[in-house]
């Protein structure tokens, strides 16, 4: 405790700042959608819509988030009690939904007055935390702080009606004379207030305008009955304030969001052959030196150690990829909660399947049309073409052959092959585990081995092959 208070920045700005309590208004309908699914549902990379405005909540540690639920209350609330976290979470139900301002209202009894409040929307997803950061300074615990940004097409949105630096005034574009339409500054939906004020200003709203609703908007004109200064943050991006109303508004979302991501892997050097031909859908961290080809989606957690390469059209999943290691072609890669690991300088692919629990040493090469499951291949091992290995442990230099594969489950329980260092495996073999292949042995082509194989040896399953001189043919119709 002494320690802390002997530390001069503790006392200072950051000491006294006021906890931020977030407000997120997410009973709307989204009619538009013609989802099943409510609107703050649907998913933008990784996250639906109203997880986006949480993470923004957390970007500004906020102590607690308020969601105001309505249509499709019960899908959305154990949706984003899933991806809480840290964050403490209150749900409140808005029942009929009467306008931004009741939403407000009805969050209002879970805000504590010392706190300074934020209000987010359930369906605008590209908010920056810098800029959530510089609203709330703006408002620095006393003034109403509003986002605005300009607007070649400003109708539809409430209009920003100033005087000087301050606001006097958000007109709602049906309620707006002729002159205020023509104001190109708009309201983004987002603000912060004081508690205590807000409250106050939301127990006076009413609902005496062109749609007979409660504005949240009409707070700015009660904060100037009460001499509190009502002051913008004006952006540049509209689309930090963009909310979604239909499928093609989230596909516009969706590919600026995914260019952001695009324009930060190349700034920290990722080379991407076409930036709006990247998907990423959860975390990819990239060393030095990464190429990245079209079309490739990545999901949750994808590791890409230096030069690595990743050829068109593959989709990786929660896996990491080692230093110089080529992912070809096609080759698609989940490691689901397991995890998938490809080491150094490997070659994957094209048409390569690496599922969960695939863990493959330097130099490892898979090719097309093989499917690696729960197996670890030791250094330089291949298997190159048409094959299976699940639950399986492959030491080093093994080759196996096209069109073979692992037995591993007999229909109730799965059961591990091992293959030891230096095995070559032939073509079409099948391997029935429980079973293990001793170092350096070879097993002929078309064999079904049930048995350990000794160390060293030539092992052949197969019928043997006969041959019958001068075999004629039955012919069509010829009598007996
Ligand atoms: C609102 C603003 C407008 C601003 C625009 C920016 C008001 C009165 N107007 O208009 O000035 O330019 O946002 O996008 O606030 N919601 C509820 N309960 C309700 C009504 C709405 O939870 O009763 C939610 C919606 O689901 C949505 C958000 O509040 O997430 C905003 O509502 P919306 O109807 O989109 O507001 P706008 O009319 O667009
Ligand atoms: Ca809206």
Redesign the pocket.
């Known amino acids: 405790m002494s320690l802390i208070a002997s530390d001069a920045s503790a006392l200072g700005a950051d000491h006294i700042k006021p906890a931020v309590e977030v407000v997120m208004?997410?009973?709307?309908k989204?009619t538009r959608m013609k989802s099943n699914k409510p609107?703050?549902l649907q998913m933008l990379a990784h996250l639906p819509l109203a997880g986006h405005a949480l993470e923004a909540a957390r970007s500004v540690d906020a102590r607690k988030v308020v969601v105001?639920t309505?249509h499709g209350s019960d899908q959305v609330e154990p949706a984003l009690a899933r991806l809480a976290g840290a964050i403490n979470l209150e749900f409140v139900r808005?029942e009929p939904?009467?306008?931004?301002?009741?939403?407000v209202q009805t969050a209002a009894p879970c805000l504590a007055d010392d706190a300074l409040v934020l209000v987010l929307?359930?369906?605008?997803p590209l908010t920056r935390a810098t800029t959530l950061q510089a609203l709330l300074q703006l408002s620095a615990g006393q003034h109403l702080a509003l986002l605005t940004v300009n607007l070649p097409d400003p109708s539809?949105?409430?209009r920003v009606v100033r005087k000087g630096d301050s606001v006097t005034a958000?007109v709602?574009h049906k309620d707006a004379s002729e002159q205020e339409r023509a104001i190109r500054e708009?309201?983004?939906?987002i603000l912060a207030a004081p508690a205590a004020l807000l409250k106050r200003w939301l127990s006076r709203l009413d609902n005496n305008n062109v749609q007979g609703?409660y504005?949240?908007?009409d707070v700015v004109k009660l904060a100037v009955q009460d001499g509190v200064q009502v002051l913008a943050h004006r952006i540049d991006d509209p689309l930090e304030?963009a909310?979604v109303?239909s499928p093609a508004q989230l596909a516009e979302l969706e590919r600026a969001y995914q260019l952001r991501l695009a324009n930060a892997l190349m700034e920290q050097g990722v080379r991407l052959k076409d930036p709006a031909r990247i998907d990423v859908r959860g975390f990819l961290s990239c060393a030095r030196d990464v190429e990245i080809d079209v079309g490739c989606v990545f999901e949750g957690r994808v590791q890409l150690g230096d030069e690595v390469r990743i050829g068109p059209h593959c989709v990786l999943a929660n896996c990491s990829i080692e230093a110089g290691s080529i992912i070809q072609a096609f080759t698609h890669i989940d490691g689901e909660s397991l995890g998938v690991r490809v080491g150094a300088d490997a070659r994957i692919g094209p048409f390569a399947r690496l599922r969960p629990g695939a863990d493959l040493g330097a130099d490892v090469h898979i090719g097309n049309f093989v499917e690696i499951k729960n197996t670890r291949l030791a250094r330089g091992a291949k298997a190159n073409h048409l094959a299976y290995l699940g639950d399986s442990t492959v030491g080093e230099r093994v080759n196996f052959g096209a069109g073979s594969i692992t037995a591993n489950y007999d229909g109730a329980n799965k059961h591990q092959t091992v293959i030891e260092d230096d095995v070559h495996v032939g073509s079409n073999c099948v391997l029935i585990a429980p079973v293990t292949l001793g170092a350096g042995g070879t097993i002929g082509g078309g064999s079904t081995i049930t048995k350990d194989t000794p160390a060293g040896a030539l092992t052949v399953a197969r019928g043997k092959q006969v041959s019958v001189a001068n075999w004629k043919r039955p012919v069509k119709g010829a009598k007996k």
């Open positions: 208004m997410a009973a709307g989204g609107k703050v105001v309505g808005q939904q009467l306008g931004t301002g009741h939403a929307s359930g369906d605008v539809g949105y409430g958000i709602e708009i309201y983004g939906g609703e504005y949240l908007t304030v909310g109303n």
